[in-house]
């Protein structure tokens, strides 16, 4: 059940304020005080303005909903007729009643939802100025058929998705533009490059992150967005300046679970903006490069949320105030203002038109979804292994709206097993987790957890697998059988306090939650070590990794060392076992050379403009926000004039490294590496690790090598040639050493989603943590020429140089933040790789 919406809006008007007409509401022009599309407009003057018509309006609402990393409010605003003002919260019951999140039969008659997101890159700057223009018209009219648009529909406009982008562009803009702007495609501001201002603060892509809601602008969004469950859902963009308007329908491949009635409504918006563009001789394109798919975007995650989600994409990224284009056409911001504007205000008129069969294909979707599921499963069951990765899961769903029970003790179930991948029978175990398809949100649980996804067209936009099970590292059943529950989940209690006279606290390392744990103890100065074999204590095995905290350790420096053990355990939600002696039953004694001390690691991450923005970026959320330890950012130019010594730990995130680290810094960092110094490259970064000489042994696997005798392919094949050769993102099993401390944690083995063609050799002297080979391919999208030249490929890897390490993780563990089961090898990397002997 969704929760009741505390304090449903701020009306910022009120019986107090003096109601302005609609007639005395000054323009976006006139309140600025610049024509809109002169000049760029900075997010707390677009709040400025939205506030300002919140407040002299009767059409509007305003919400708060959030504030972005930098603390920019995120708002909504609700427009329609004082009427509907006066009924919002019925409006949001009702709708709810149609999605079955609420019980009870909806009105038919009452207003549908239109929602309209935008900004949600801060480079594609067009849309937060046509937001408000179209405001403005909404607010304004006195039309008497766009007043009945407003008395059928309640529009929600969320003006700006990404208000630490948009400033950040639009100050560099003012900053690099002169006193008139430049047509000049080659003048400076049209060539905003690294960490530009697309992406939020922590250089994400939030347009990418509408299904895992890794940042706190799509965490309030999301939220939002489920009290409310619109009809239709837009998100306005920009592309290459160059590019004419693109609008839905959308492109191939389109998710199987995405309904015939969907894919037409969208088709009628775009002849409804057809119209209006052919008017005035604009061009445009339809059903063309952007897909359906993936999950976590603006357009598909509405449209499996029961919505008609759509893209609407501008020309205009770099395009400043005004561009001569390729066809010596000048392209200004006031046209991009105009065409969003057009397309925002048909997207309106358009769902009128439908309004009747919209409201009741909508209200059908979601019932068939509760009584009769599409899809091939009706049941999952989630395996509880013991580790707090099941939990991890569990929340994530709930964030969803998807609710999950206990699984039916001691039943057999027979289905796909995501970690066999093959079909299997399996016995219900007490712990165990049903997530039933039987529910509102089935569609979008049959997306996330889709095994397979089945691909109409090869050429895709994004990655092509993401099931859950693989994401999170959750065991899970997927079976066709219908399963009823055995009642509603409920937190397990732990009340567990310190044991009289214990000799020391062990606890499993097989979660990220664990790491999570760790770091705080590392904050709050304690003592840890770490077993490097399977110890048993009180008939319970605990594998290599497990982290045990000695009182003869930090019983000197806190004598509460216990207590406060306990309370950051309860915080994290760990469960310590006590020891009672340090004579072991099975393993090895506490005093033993196999029980190791870990010493805090001090952590810098390199950055420069040759480094991926993306990857610094993950890099840096890991640390700041998932596993909450603090690190330097470190300019790589700056390497060779500061003391390297300093830190244990240098992490190279993916980039090109040749010109930004010279031999000096080369140098350095062989000399700071062999005097115990440990290197971790990621991704592309290996590309650059042979330049260690004779302490690397990594090397490219020359199967990947296209045959350059082959014979050319046909032109209009190009495109499908090359992603012949490439791996836009697939599921991959792995043979991975779950003894080495890079693998802890790992002893289900590791799950590596392809994202990249690059292919490395096994190491020749070192470990080879982790290695996949084409057989291990489990699901999504790989080309056929890059399969072909797999053979067993390193995927995560240890070398020792001197007293120092090196690590290679070739893959981006990190990726966009939700790859919560990969997450605990960079933990691994970085607090145990080099405590190694």
């Known amino acids: 059940m969704i929760r009741k919406l505390c304090g449903l809006l701020l009306i910022l008007g009120s019986s107090t304020l003096q109601i302005t007409t609609a007639q005395q509401l000054s323009s976006p022009s006139e309140f600025l005080g610049y024509p809109l599309g002169t000049q760029f407009t900075f997010h707390h003057q677009i709040l400025e303005y939205v506030n300002y018509i919140a407040e002299n309006s009767d059409r509007v609402s305003l919400k708060k909903i959030g504030k972005s990393y930098e603390g920019r409010d995120l708002v909504l605003l609700f427009i329609s007729t004082e009427k509907n003002q006066s009924q919002l919260e019925t409006i949001r019951i009702n709708n709810l009643k149609r999605a079955k999140l609420v019980d009870g039969n909806a009105d038919a008659t009452m207003p549908i939802i239109v929602w309209l997101s935008y900004n949600v890159h801060g480079n594609e700057a067009v849309s937060s100025e046509a937001a408000l223009q179209t405001l403005y018209e909404l607010v304004s009219t006195q039309d008497p058929v766009k007043l009945q648009w407003l008395s059928e529909t309640l529009v929600v406009m969320d003006p700006c998705l990404n208000p630490d982008g948009r400033d950040r562009y639009v100050t560099w803009y003012k900053q690099t533009k002169g006193i008139e702007s430049n047509l000049d495609p080659n003048s400076r501001e049209h060539d905003y490059q690294w960490a530009s201002g697309r992406t939020n603060h922590y250089y994400f892509d939030l347009n990418r992150d509408w299904a895992w809601m890794t940042q706190i602008e799509t965490q309030a969004r999301i939220e939002n967005y489920s009290e409310w469950m619109p009809q239709v859902h837009v998100d306005f963009h920009e592309q290459g300046y160059n590019e004419p308007y693109y609008f839905a329908p959308a492109a191939e491949p389109i998710h199987p679970v995405v309904t015939g009635f969907q894919k037409t409504f969208q088709a009628e918006i775009g002849a409804n903006h057809a119209r209006y563009f052919d008017e005035k001789s604009w061009l445009f394109f339809t059903r063309q490069r952007f897909d359906l798919f993936y999950p976590s975007y603006g357009d598909s995650w509405p449209t499996f949320n029961g919505s008609i989600g759509m893209t609407y994409e501008q020309g205009g990224i770099n395009a400043g105030l005004q561009v001569i284009k390729e066809t010596s056409d000048t392209l200004r911001l006031t046209n991009r203002i105009e065409h969003h504007y057009t397309t925002g205000i048909s997207t309106i008129e358009a769902a009128v038109k439908g309004k009747q069969e919209l409201e009741k294909q909508f209200t059908d979707y979601f019932k068939k979804s509760v009584e009769k599921p599409g899809g091939e499963y009706k049941s999952y069951i989630l395996k509880n292994t013991g580790s707090e990765s099941l939990q991890e899961l569990m929340s994530f769903l709930k964030k969803q709206g998807i609710s999950c029970e206990k699984a039916p003790n001691g039943k057999s179930v027979t289905g796909y097993s995501y970690f066999s991948d093959k079909n299997e029978t399996y016995k219900i175990q007490t712990g165990d987790i049903l997530v039933s398809a039987y529910q509102a949100k089935s569609n979008l649980l049959t997306v996330l957890f889709d095994p397979k996804p089945s691909l109409s067209d090869s050429v895709t936009y994004d990655i092509t697998s993401w099931a859950l099970p693989w994401v999170f590292g959750v065991e899970t059943i997927a079976s066709n059988q219908k399963l009823n529950g055995d009642g509603e989940v409920t937190q397990t209690e732990r009340s567990a306090s310190p044991v009289k006279n214990a000799q020391a606290y062990i606890f499993s390392w097989d979660s990220f939650t664990d790491a999570k744990f760790l770091a705080d103890l590392y904050k709050h100065d304690f003592r840890i070590r770490q077993t490097e ?305």
């Open 533 to 837: 074999i399977t110890m048993q204590i009180n008939g319970q095995d605990f594998k290599p990794g497990a982290i045990l905290v000695l009182k003869a350790d930090n019983m000197n420096q806190n004598p509460n060392y216990d207590s406060e053990l306990f309370a950051i355990a309860e915080k994290f939600g760990v469960e310590l076992h006590a020891i009672s002696s340090g004579y072991v039953e099975k393993g090895v004694d506490l005093g033993s050379s196999d029980i190791k001390f870990l010493k805090k690691p001090s952590i810098a991450v390199c950055s420069s403009d040759d480094i991926n923005s993306s990857s610094v970026g993950e890099v840096w959320h890991y640390f700041d926000q998932l596993l909450g330890y603090p690190i330097s950012i470190i300019e790589a130019s700056s390497i060779n004039r500061m003391n390297i010594t300093m830190y244990d730990v240098l992490i190279l995130p993916s980039g090109s490294y040749n010109e930004v680290l010279n031999d000096k810094v080369v140098a350095k960092l062989k000399e700071w590496v062999t005097n115990g110094g440990t290197l971790i490259a990621l991704n592309s970064a290996n590309n650059w690790m042979s330049k260690l000489g004779d302490l690397s042994t990594l090397k490219r696997s020359e199967s990947n090598n296209v045959d350059s005798n082959a014979v050319p392919g046909m032109y209009a094949d190009r495109e499908r040639n090359y992603i012949s050769a490439s791996s836009p993102g697939a599921y991959f099993s792995t043979k991975t050493d779950a003894t080495h401390p890079l693998a802890y944690g790992y002893s289900k083995g590791l799950f590596s989603l392809r994202l990249n063609e690059q292919l490395y050799e096994p190491l020749k002297d070192g470990w080879n943590v982790s290695t996949i080979s084409k057989e291990n391919h489990i699901s999504g999208f790989i080309g056929s020429v890059l399969k072909k030249n797999m053979k067993t490929n390193l995927i995560a890897g240890n070398e020792k140089a001197g007293k120092g390490n090196l690590v290679y993780i070739t893959e981006n563990i990190l990726f966009r933040a939700f790859l919560y089961h990969n997450q605990l090898m960079m933990a691994n990397a970085v607090f145990f790789v080099g405590q190694t002997r």
